[in-house]
């Protein structure tokens, strides 16, 4: 009787997360984050800081949301573009710009002066100062 009632907590369990997306390192990101803000919220109770303690619900939501969702692509490519952008802030060898004909996406090595890009997509030439 019990063992039934396991197995069918187990099955419904099993058809519950199959197909979720999961977590990556958005998620962990969203996490770490959420716990900043509470523990800056408990420090700071009697402050304005107390208001970080609401505000740690936003990531742990969004994070807890990407985590039982079942749209797997549009979760993959959130963590994407988020790690894309953190290998942005780390990379101090190049500058990133959007041509202006097609809003590629251009890398170009960092500290050279006024130079003049060429868009490998669409062909068009800009000049940016690195
Ligand atoms: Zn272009």
Request: net charge positive; with cysteine.
């Amino acid at each position: 009787m019990i063992r039934d009632m396991l197995q069918k907590f187990k099955d419904a369990m099993i058809r519950f997360l199959s197909g979720r997306y999961g977590s990556d390192k958005l998620n962990l990101a969203l996490l770490g984050g959420a716990l900043a803000l509470m523990i800056l919220g408990a420090v700071g109770r009697r402050s304005w800081l107390s208001v970080c303690s609401l505000l740690a619900y936003v990531p742990l939501i969004w994070s807890i949301f990407r985590m039982y969702s079942r749209n797997v692509e549009a979760r993959r490519r959130e963590n994407a573009a988020f790690l894309r952008f953190f290998s942005r802030l780390k990379d101090r060898e190049h500058c990133y710009f959007h041509c202006p004909g097609c809003r590629q996406t251009v890398r170009v090595p960092r500290g050279r002066g006024k130079i003049s890009i060429r868009c490998p997509k669409c062909g068009m030439q800009f000049i940016k100062k690195t």
